[in-house]
């Protein structure tokens, strides 16, 4: 029976630990796409600057005298910054959760990313999926309830 408890234990390593690189990598990935939305900024401050300066955009647009209002501009800007900021902090709470991960904590909060993740179609369901399966198992929660009782109270 030790034998078997200690091979499970094996296998509970290491599948915490696999977890732990799969968020690093999400967590890059994700920081990497938030880029498209300082592009949709920089999109949108060009475009309001071109409404402010309409004997440019005069020559720019298709009909003569035709300036895109300003506020698109603004709009774009601003939808850009929301998308940055919102998979930024995803990208974040992925990272935390992979140091969690390895420091066996806060395993409700890292089952609420992997949540999150699946909603990121195929790869971060696949990852979510398997968090839920591996943090699911009793001898994975004895783990993250074992270092809690051994963190020292500050």
């Given amino acids: 029976m030790t034998d078997e408890i200690s091979r499970q234990a094996i296998v509970d390593e290491e599948h915490l630990k696999l977890l732990s690189l799969g968020y690093l990598i999400s967590a890059a ?16 401050i060009f475009l309001s600057s071109v ?16 300036a895109p209002p300003a506020f698109l501009g603004w709009f774009f800007a601003v ?27 806060s395993r409700t909060l890292c089952m609420v990313v992997a ?7 195929p790869y971060g369901t ?9 943090l699911g198992r009793e001898s994975v929660m004895r783990l993250f309830e074992g270092s809690r009782h051994m963190e020292p109270m500050a």
């Fill in 29 to 44: 990935t994700t920081a990497f796409f938030s880029l498209f939305g300082l592009m949709y900024v920089v999109m949108g």
């Fill in 79 to 105: 939808i850009g910054g929301a998308i940055f900021l919102f998979t930024i902090v995803l990208a974040a709470a992925k990272l935390q959760t992979a140091m969690w991960l390895k420091r066996r904590k």
């Fill in 126 to 134: 696949v990852l979510g999926v398997l968090t839920f399966m591996v």
């Fill in 51 to 66: 409404a402010s300066h309409p004997s440019e955009a005069v020559a720019m647009a298709s009909r003569p005298g035709q």
């Fill in 115 to 121: 949540g999150i993740s699946c909603l990121e179609i």
